[in-house]
């Protein structure tokens, strides 16, 4: 019976806690990790990484128009991403961030050119209202079979973000076409009071307002209301949250709604700032590079600020690395690179790999020898 | 060495967790061909015992002779290669999967290619010979619970399994799979199997098995052909110990009723019929004791007085108000403390520190802050005061109550169960795991409870603590209080024959009764 | 949030670090060369739309030594875009060639911010002082490569995967079911929308759904062979689009009309250089080279390519125009009285098929 065999076997044990150093180390870990494959890559296809480092850096961060653009690409991730950390805390995946933000955009669009006419003060809370009002309500879509029937939340939403799309898609190539415009998908334009102002000669927008004050609201909320209590409790445990008397399916639908409204918030700021028309193209992908900003951010309202921040500088950095010749198909994975070592790290960092003695080979040896007594 | 006869043999084995001993120089002797049975309260060591014997653990001394050889095993796979194997009551069967693919899951052979029709043939093969009825091509979750149980044993027996342990296996079994399966078990019986049989229900024993062996603390106490004992006999091993009566106590004065349940009927985790028609009372400043094997629906019942599940029939008043099915907040809001089964799972958040746990039942109250706010200042001075009262020891108020120690967890969940406005208490096993000054602390928590006029449910599997405490025991089988005795009326014996489902005084409940009654 | 802090300390440390090493001084220490910038809404790899405006700009880099050109792709329609083109015109570029519709308010957004840089905006309709458009008489090349469908078809079915339902695609939808009309009036044409401009997959899976329709040439409007290949393997015929595209399907493409950007680059980085620019609005046909007739595959006879090459000399001569009435639209109203010719607006807004053309346009 594999008597002096020491069978070993590698093991992955919990680390509980996760070390605070190790915690620290980690996103620094991750990041070097990425940069020494990342350049490797690029070194392999003709590329000097520090150049084309330096490249999207400056692009960025380098001066303040980087910076600027940086933070124009912020504003939606962090409101998107905002409230798919609210949600997330409740272990709830808003997946459908992008179809919320497009709804939003839709709602606000459908104010600004149903009143022309009408001064700034009284077409943007309009907008605003609408925009928040269209994405909380389609955020609900999934909430309430979600809270009512147990309907996974992360199939819904993100189906309803196809349905969001094509519907921009439909009214774009359909009624909302501006005959002004030849027949090309797009609406007619916004008025100028109907455009959300923006900062100076950039870009940035009143929606990095809003993302702030999101940001403030929900930490507040989350900290020192009952309902942010019942929103902690209901994450770390359901079962504990239902027996305290906590309504489950009243905070999913809360929930859910608000982290919608942000998504619709950032989809009205994103068509009234920027775009200053619906065109079937508003979003690069925002509503789902939110959820990996969520994440990385632990959930926490201002770490999404941050790592907001961080991610535009990413997407706008990798543009800048075009400039040295880089493809885009290579800036891609060289993001995707960065992305898969900050998630990697973090999650390995929950572990440890340790060698240890396969199972029951310690105790073998005494067996064995109380056997041979016992024939003895 | 042993002798051949035997298909197993267990000699003088013994097993120590940290803390605990499982097993304390236990024996045990199955014939081949034989249905024996093993029976014992929770904790008695038959887990421990049947875990050895699948080398899921080894014993730290003592010896295990399989046909009359020593063997030592280190994983299931060495007990299947000996030919003995396990039915857990919790099936590990892949549900997206068919009959046939679960029954070769995990098997060395064949490595690449897989053809089913081999397999289906012998699986068919095995139903015909011992009424294992089922399709090798059903998926596993189209299967009735009766019919996933076959898949259990229909693998174990393509594994060449000739020693088969079933573990309580008619827990979750109708009346008529249980017949069924007790046929199966005759006919593998006659066939030269050997079969282990587990189970808490003595009727279900004496109807089954060709011999039985009860097991108490971790020691088998008492061996015999089914024939030649009766149920008396058997629940008297099994409960055993000598206890001492009650202790003296002036009778208490019992108010109005605080708590009454109606006909109670509720569904289970896995849709039986958990609580089947149950009626009790308890009234201010009693305590009524709920005595039983586990699994008899003693947390369905406190989850449904709690508002925790469904009520399909029946009524619960609290207070002399239909609180029937009303939602949870609603009945903790009519003066229903609950310390629950799950202590971490469901009386406390693990990850969270003390302070939030410590409001879970108050925090919509002005006390821990005005309005819609939680003021931290007011919640941490709310969480030193319960500490302090109840003497927790914590670290910190900031430190995650996982990293606290069972007793002191259970001391804060009780302190603030206490301290929420109720005059009603659902406790389920409240001293579980403790160690003797935890659990001493818990009782002086209830009993103070009581004199102040609270009525206490106390369900629980620790016939001491329920004797020790109680004003009145009542024994829940199978959905049901099967009888009720006033403390000063207790007496052991009955509350075991009534835990097996006998109550002496009536008729004898649940399947087999007319054996039952024949044997006693 | 700790962590993320952390993220950020380590970042602004590499790019202090960076700042004393200063390497990044290289592109700008080069000598001053005449920069033009191009974005692209692909890539040049797609043997589309983006491959042809590339290797337009590549011909334009032979022609003008003393230009470098500077490009980014995959740049979607959003925000992003004017970015891009704000970073070009502060990378020094003079001139900037946008080459996809949706860039045309972030064209404008950021020509004003640049009052001396000169903006060209592919496929737009709005202008400014700096800001020209740029197009071609696509529907020219279209309405012969409908000749050589109309010509090949036996089962007088023809599919057509259309992109999304805009003016321009149904131009070329319309034109060459003009083509196919004039040698057999008999064949009708199928739209299969796929509402993509680069997307293989669902591209050839429409033109499988036009195959199983009875269609027996595939014509397309996206930026991919996949319709030509889908073609190929049922040993059907195609007639691609932007670039040739024999080489991914030689057995079964025909021809296709392509795009020939480089004449025109070449004359506007130079009138740029020269200060002759003006703004405009650009449209070239045949006769100016910007549009053209892919190389013919084997399979196509004698007959079909001179019955093309004769028309071809027509519209060259400006003796024949695809959309001069009478033309009736697909519920069998006269649009294009006999007589007239479509103007150039309305062309620009079509929204409505012609006689055999089967399908549906959203309103």
Not at chain 1, 23 to 47: D, E
Not at chain 1, 61 to 74: I, M, Q, R
Not at chain 2, 88 to 115: C, K, S, W, Y
Not at chain 3, 158 to 187: C, D, M, Q, T
């Amino acid at each position: 019976m594999g008597k002096g065999l020491i069978r070993l076997k590698l093991v992955f044990e919990k680390r509980d806690p996760v070390p605070v150093s190790y915690r620290v180390a980690s996103p620094v870990l991750a990041v070097l990790l990425a940069l020494v494959l990342g350049a490797i890559f690029l070194a392999a296809s003709g590329f000097s990484p520090l150049g084309v480092y330096l490249e999207m850096y400056r692009g960025a961060f380098g001066d303040w128009y980087g910076v600027s653009e940086t933070l124009v690409t912020a504003i939606p991730l962090a409101l998107c991403g905002m409230g798919i950390a609210l949600a997330g805390r409740m272990l709830l995946w808003n997946v459908g961030a992008e179809g919320q933000f497009h709804m939003g955009a839709w709602a606000a669009a459908w104010v600004a050119l149903s009143m022309p006419d009408a001064p700034a003060w009284k077409v943007l809370p309009l907008m605003v209202l609408a925009g928040v009002a269209a994405g909380a309500a389609w955020a609900l879509l999934a909430a309430v079979p979600r809270a009512y029937v147990g309907v996974s939340e992360i199939i819904t939403t993100l189906m309803l973000n196809y349905v969001a799309i094509n519907w921009i898609e439909y009214l774009v190539h359909g009624p909302w076409r501006d005959p002004a415009s030849l027949n090309f998908p797009l609406s007619a334009p916004f008025s100028d009071a109907a455009r959300l102002p923006m900062f100076g000669y950039t870009r940035i927008h009143w929606g990095l307002v809003f993302a702030i004050i999101a940001a403030i609201v929900i930490d507040l909320t989350l900290g020192r209301t009952k309902w942010g209590y019942e929103v902690k409790i209901i994450g770390e445990s359901p079962r504990a949250a239902r027996y305290a008397g906590m309504s489950i399916e009243r905070n999913i639908i809360i929930t859910m709604a608000v982290t919608g409204a942000l998504a619709g918030l950032a989809g009205m700021a994103e068509v009234s700032a920027i775009a200053g028309r619906m065109t079937r193209q508003l979003s690069p992908g925002y509503g789902y590079s939110a959820i990996i900003v969520a994440w990385l951010a632990k959930l926490n309202p201002y770490g999404v600020l941050l790592v907001s921040a961080l991610f535009g500088g990413l997407l706008v950095g990798g543009y800048s690395a075009q400039f040295l010749g880089v493809s885009a198909a290579s800036v891609n994975m060289l993001q995707g690179l960065m992305l898969f070592c900050v998630l990697a790290t973090e999650a390995l960092g929950r572990y440890r790999l340790r060698i240890v003695p396969a199972a029951g080979s310690d105790g073998d040896s005494d067996a064995d020898r109380q056997g041979a007594r016992a024939d003895g | 060495m042993g002798t051949a006869e035997n298909a197993v043999e267990i000699r003088n084995v013994t097993k120590r967790f940290p803390g605990v001993v499982a097993s304390n120089g236990a024996n045990l002797c199955v014939r081949r061909g034989e249905i024996h049975a093993l029976l014992g309260e929770n904790g008695a060591g038959k887990s421990t015992l049947m875990n050895m014997l699948t080398g899921l653990i080894r014993p730290d001394s003592g010896e295990i002779l399989i046909n009359g050889e020593r063997v030592s095993m280190r994983s299931p796979a060495d007990a299947i290669a000996l030919g003995i194997g396990m039915v857990h009551q919790h099936f590990r069967l892949v549900q997206t999967f068919t009959v046939a693919e679960n029954i070769t899951l995990g098997m060395p052979t064949p490595r690449f290619r897989l053809d089913m029709a081999p397999i289906e043939r012998e699986v068919s093969e095995f139903s015909a010979r011992y009424g294992l009825e089922v399709n090798p091509r059903a998926k596993v979750w189209q299967l009735s619970v009766g019919e996933q149980q076959r898949v259990e044993i229909i693998k174990m027996l393509y594994r060449g399994v000739r020693v088969l342990i079933l573990d309580e296996p008619t827990a979750v079994l109708t009346p008529n799979e249980v017949k069924e399966l007790f046929d199966t078990m005759r006919r593998m019986a006659a066939a030269g199997e050997t079969l282990i049989f587990i189970s808490h229900k003595l009727d279900e024993v004496m109807s089954i098995s060709d011999r039985v062996t009860v097991l108490r603390a971790g020691k088998d106490v008492f061996t015999a052909d089914t024939a030649s004992t009766n149920v008396r006999e058997l629940a008297s091993k099994m409960v055993g110990r000598e206890l001492a009566p009650p202790p003296e106590r002036p009778r208490g004065v019992f108010g109005r009723p605080v708590l009454e349940v109606d006909g109670l009927k509720a569904l289970g985790d896995r849709g039986e019929m958990a609580l089947k028609g149950l009626s009790l009372t308890v009234r201010e400043g009693e305590i009524h004791g709920i005595a039983g094997v586990a699994g008899n629906g003693q947390r369905e019942l406190a989850e449904t007085i709690t508002g925790l599940r469904r009520a399909l029939e029946g009524k619960v008043v609290i207070n002399g108000k239909d609180y029937t099915n009303r939602r949870p907040r609603a009945i903790i809001e009519a003066g229903v403390s609950h310390i629950p089964e799950d202590r971490l799972g469901m009386g406390l958040a693990g990850n969270l520190p003390l302070t939030d746990n410590a409001i879970m039942k108050d925090y919509r109250e002005d006390e821990i802050g005005p309005g819609m706010v939680i003021d931290s200042g007011r919640a941490t001075a709310w969480t030193r005061d319960l500490v302090s009262r109840f003497q927790v020891k914590a670290p910190t108020l900031r430190t995650p109550v996982r990293l606290l120690s069972g007793g002191n967890s259970q001391k804060l969940l009780l302190a603030r169960e206490a301290t929420h406005d109720h005059n009603v208490v659902v406790a389920v096993h409240p001293t579980r795991g403790l160690d003797v000054g935890a659990t001493e602390a818990v009782h002086d928590v209830l009993l103070a409870q009581r004199s102040s006029g609270v009525g206490i449910l106390l369900i629980s599997e620790d016939l001491e603590e329920l004797i020790v405490l109680c004003d009145r025991i009542s024994v829940m089988f199978e959905g049901k209080i099967i009888g009720s005795l006033e403390r000063e009326d207790v007496d052991i014996d009955r509350i075991g024959l009534m835990m097996a489902g006998i109550d002496p005084q009536g008729a004898a409940h649940g399947k087999g009764a007319d054996q039952v009654e024949a044997g006693v | 949030m700790s962590s993320s802090k952390k993220l950020l300390v380590f970042i602004t440390v590499l790019v202090a670090l960076a700042g004393l090493v200063r390497l990044n001084g290289q592109s700008y220490a080069a000598e001053e060369k005449f920069k033009v910038g191009w974005i692209y809404i692909g890539h040049p790899g797609d043997a589309g739309w983006t491959l042809a405006h590339d290797e337009g700009r590549k011909y334009m880099e032979k022609q003008l030594p003393w230009v470098e050109s500077i490009y980014v792709e995959a740049v979607p329609e959003t925000s992003d875009a004017e970015r891009m083109m704000t970073e070009l015109a502060r990378k020094g570029c003079k001139i900037i060639f946008a080459t996809s519709f949706g860039y045309m308010d972030y064209v404008q957004n950021v020509a004003k911010r640049f009052p001396d840089v000169y903006f060209e905006h592919c496929s737009g309709f709005k202008t400014a002082d700096n800001v020209a458009t740029y197009f071609g008489r696509i529907y020219e090349p279209r309405y012969l490569s409908g000749i050589v469908a109309g010509s090949m078809t036996k089962s007088n079915i023809i599919g057509y995967v259309g992109a999304f339902p805009i003016p321009e695609v149904v131009r070329g939808i319309n034109a060459f079911a003009l083509g196919v009309k004039s040698v057999n009036p008999n064949a009708k044409v199928k739209v299969v929308w796929t509402n993509t401009w680069y997307d293989p997959a669902t591209e050839k899976e429409a033109a499988k759904a036009a195959l199983d329709a009875g269609a027996d040439v595939i014509a397309q409007h996206q930026d991919t062979p996949a319709p030509m290949q889908a073609a190929a393997e049922r040993g059907k015929y195609g007639v691609s689009y932007n670039s040739p595209m024999s080489k991914f399907a030689p057995n079964a493409v025909l021809t296709g009309p392509v795009w020939n950007w480089g004449p025109y680059y070449v004359s506007r980085v130079q009138a740029a250089k020269d200060g002759t620019w003006t703004s405009g609005d650009y449209w070239g046909g045949l006769k100016d080279g910007i549009v053209d007739l892919a190389p013919y595959g084997p399979m196509v006879p004698e007959n079909v390519k001179k019955l093309v090459e004769t028309k071809k000399t027509e519209i060259l001569a400006g003796k024949f125009h695809p959309f001069a009435g009478p033309i009736k639209d697909n519920k069998g109203v006269v649009r294009v009285p006999a007589g007239t010719t479509m103007t150039d607006a309305q062309l620009l807004s079509f929204d409505w098929f012609v006689e055999n053309v089967e399908g549906t346009l959203p309103n």
